[in-house]
């Protein structure tokens, strides 16, 4: 019997890192920028590694839009932080990105202590969990790779039945039109989003997209109605080190609920939860949550 190819194939491995602070201080409540900033720093030991993950666009010819191998997804705003308090956060690697994973965990440990905030206050690493498993990969100097076991996106590409479901905002989710922010986010625009983020990491990370189902899902899509609506601008800015200038990172957060036949798109929305949509993802932007409900 021949199986049907997934609609989608595509390696990733989350990485739970938690860090315990070990001074109280004060930190900007959206940490995105501030662990990619740490992340990256801890990895420079490791050349080779740290130019194929944090430098992808650079080995592009620096194009803009060139999709980056890892996602970092930050802990929920927090101000300050006490002595004691831990903070985690996601490093999610994608694709032959993944072959690094052993490199990233030796780094975090090497380093161990982690300077953050305006004071550079410090973060002691206390282990690194597999994200999804939970297994150990690292704690107190002992390492288990074999831990750090990687997932298929094929996993998600399950066509389950559904005809309602509510799309949580977690972080603010940056699409852009025609150089502008969209604030009004529909169901299609989120199909689209999913699909053309997943073709443009398959062509790059490896695996594969079924480009005929994609596309069909993004004309279905304009079939599914919207029942509900609380969406708002999120304005925001971070200092960025390497322009030397504030940079604009507003985005929409809040919930959109949708009625229709949403079994084709139960595939590409699960996707989403993992991947995000629209920009800034590697510093934790559009991260989404969706629940399902057959009517």
Same mark, same amino acid.
């Given at each position: @019997?021949?199986?049907?190819?997934?609609?989608? !194939?595509?390696?990733?491995?989350?990485?739970?890192?938690?860090?315990?602070?070990?001074?109280?201080?004060?930190?900007? #409540?959206?940490?995105?920028?501030?662990?990619?900033?740490?992340?990256?720093? #801890?990895?420079? +030991?490791? !050349? &080779?590694?740290?130019?194929?993950?944090?430098?992808? +666009?650079?080995?592009?010819?620096?194009? *803009?839009?060139?999709?980056?191998?890892?996602?970092?997804?930050?802990?929920?705003?927090?101000?300050?932080?006490?002595?004691?308090?831990?903070?985690?956060?996601?490093?999610?690697?994608?694709?032959?990105?993944?072959?690094?994973?052993?490199? %990233?965990?030796? $780094?975090?440990?090497?380093?161990?202590?982690?300077?953050?905030?305006?004071? +550079?206050?410090?973060?002691?690493?206390?282990?690194?969990?597999?994200?999804?498993?939970?297994?150990?990969?690292?704690?107190?100097?002992?390492?288990?790779?074999?831990?750090?076991?990687?997932?298929? =996106?094929?996993?998600?590409?399950? /066509?389950?039945?559904?005809?309602?479901?509510?799309?949580?905002?977690?972080?603010?989710?940056?699409?852009?039109?025609?150089?502008?922010?969209?604030?009004?986010?529909?169901?299609?625009?989120?199909?689209?989003?999913?699909?053309?983020?997943?073709?443009?990491?398959? &062509?790059?990370?490896?695996?594969? =997209?079924?480009?005929?189902?994609?596309?069909? #899902?993004?004309?279905?899509?304009? *079939?599914?109605?919207?029942? $509900?609506?609380? @969406?708002?601008?999120?304005? @925001?800015?971070?200092? !960025?080190? /390497?322009?030397? &200038?504030?940079?604009?990172?507003?985005?929409?957060?809040?919930?959109?609920?949708?009625?229709?036949?949403? !079994?084709?798109? %139960?595939?590409?929305?699960? #996707?989403?939860?993992?991947?995000? %949509?629209?920009?800034? $993802?590697?510093?934790?932007?559009?991260?989404?949550?969706?629940?399902?409900?057959?009517?």
């Amino acid at each position: @019997m021949n199986r049907q190819a997934p609609i989608f !194939s595509l390696e990733y491995l989350p990485l739970l890192i938690r860090l315990e602070c070990k001074e109280t201080t004060r930190l900007p #409540a959206f940490l995105g920028s501030t662990l990619h900033g740490v992340t990256g720093w #801890a990895l420079t +030991r490791h !050349s &080779e590694s740290y130019t194929y993950v944090f430098e992808n +666009r650079r080995l592009g010819g620096a194009t *803009q839009d060139i999709v980056n191998p890892y996602i970092i997804e930050p802990p929920r705003p927090k101000s300050v932080y006490c002595k004691g308090d831990p903070l985690c956060f996601k490093l999610i690697l994608i694709g032959d990105a993944v072959r690094y994973a052993k490199d %990233i965990v030796t $780094s975090l440990a090497q380093a161990q202590v982690f300077g953050m905030g305006a004071e +550079r206050k410090a973060f002691e690493l206390t282990d690194i969990l597999h994200g999804d498993q939970y297994g150990q990969i690292w704690k107190q100097g002992q390492f288990n790779m074999n831990a750090a076991a990687p997932e298929n =996106m094929s996993a998600h590409a399950l /066509r389950e039945h559904a005809s309602w479901c509510s799309v949580h905002m977690v972080t603010p989710v940056r699409i852009r039109r025609g150089g502008a922010l969209v604030q009004h986010i529909d169901f299609p625009t989120i199909i689209r989003s999913i699909t053309k983020r997943i073709q443009l990491l398959t &062509e790059r990370y490896g695996g594969q =997209m079924n480009m005929d189902v994609a596309m069909k #899902a993004c004309e279905l899509a304009n *079939q599914i109605s919207p029942t $509900s609506a609380g @969406m708002y601008l999120n304005e @925001m800015h971070r200092y !960025s080190s /390497r322009k030397k &200038e504030s940079v604009d990172w507003s985005g929409m957060l809040g919930s959109l609920t949708f009625e229709g036949e949403l !079994s084709p798109f %139960i595939p590409w929305l699960n #996707a989403a939860r993992i991947l995000h %949509i629209g920009r800034n $993802s590697t510093f934790g932007c559009g991260q989404i949550d969706v629940i399902y409900r057959s009517m």
